[in-house]
Antibody, heavy 118, light 106 residues
Framework: EVQLVESGGGLVQPGASLKLSCVAS????????MSWVRQTPGKTMEWIGDIKYDGSYTNYAPSLKNRFTISRDNAKSTLYLQMSNVRSEDTATYYC???????????WGQGVMVTVSS | DIQMTQSPPSLSASLGDKVTITCQAS??????IAWYQQKPGKAPRLLIRYTSTLESGTPSRFSGSGSGRDYSFSISNVESEDIASYYCLQYVNLRTFGGGTKLELK
């Protein structure tokens, strides 16, 4: 059974940094592109970016490219999202997702909440 | 980047009705559109990929169609378990979601 389990969320102050993790199981992690998606409290869904199966290439949503960094550790079957200089508009539930090249997200984690507030 | 305009934002239906949601892309997406269902407190669930291909476990009352920039998603004979929010996603060039449609019971 495919499982994606995110962690690392919580309350963070504006301007701070935060790193989310996603541990994958039930499939060969190193065979798949992986993505992060977030959903705002207003229910808007936003793709953040993705990373190639070997970690050699990343894509980002243009609006987030400069502050967010996606990485992975295939030996640990873990996906990461490094968030820097966070803003109140980064308050959202963050999902780890799996997707092949030219495929939609087929599996999602349960999500982790990030609240940016002073 | 590609924008996805989804309508309507909300929809009210009676059990047994047919409902249709549309998504218009800002450019041709060559049928690379998927549709998701999301219930409160849950992650989205993939229902349809590549415009009209139903995922395993997706009931046949769900369907999708379209081409070029214009796509639609329908539920025939709405059931109580279909009350949820629905999102389209283009995945031909990076990824972009539509704004979502909340389906409620009339």
């Amino acid at each position: 059974e495919v499982q994606l389990v995110e962690s690392g969320g919580g309350l963070v102050q504006p301007g701070a940094s935060l790193k989310l993790s996603c541990v994958a199981s039930g499939f060969t992690f190193s065979d798949y592109w992986m993505s992060w998606v977030r959903q705002t409290p207003g229910k808007t869904m936003e793709w953040i970016g993705d990373i190639k199966y070997d970690g050699s290439y990343t894509n980002y949503a243009p609006s987030l490219k400069n502050r967010f960094t996606i990485s992975r550790d295939n030996a640990k079957s873990t996906l990461y999202l490094q968030m820097s200089n966070v803003r109140s508009e980064d308050t959202a539930t963050y999902y780890c997702t799996r997707a092949e090249w030219l495929s939609p997200f087929d599996y999602w984690g349960q999500g982790v909440m990030v609240t940016v507030s002073s | 980047d590609i924008q996805m305009t989804q309508s309507p934002p909300s929809l009210s239906a009676s059990l047994g009705d047919k409902v249709t949601i549309t998504c218009q892309a800002s450019q041709n997406i060559n049928k690379y559109i998927a549709w998701y269902q999301q219930k409160p407190g849950k992650a989205p669930r993939l229902l349809i990929r590549y415009t009209s291909t139903l995922e395993s476990g997706t009931p046949s009352r769900f369907s999708g169609s379209g081409s070029g920039r214009d796509y639609s998603f329908s539920i025939s004979n709405v059931e109580s378990e279909d009350i949820a929010s629905y999102y389209c996603l283009q995945y031909v060039n990076l990824r972009t979601f539509g704004g979502g449609t909340k389906l409620e019971l009339k």
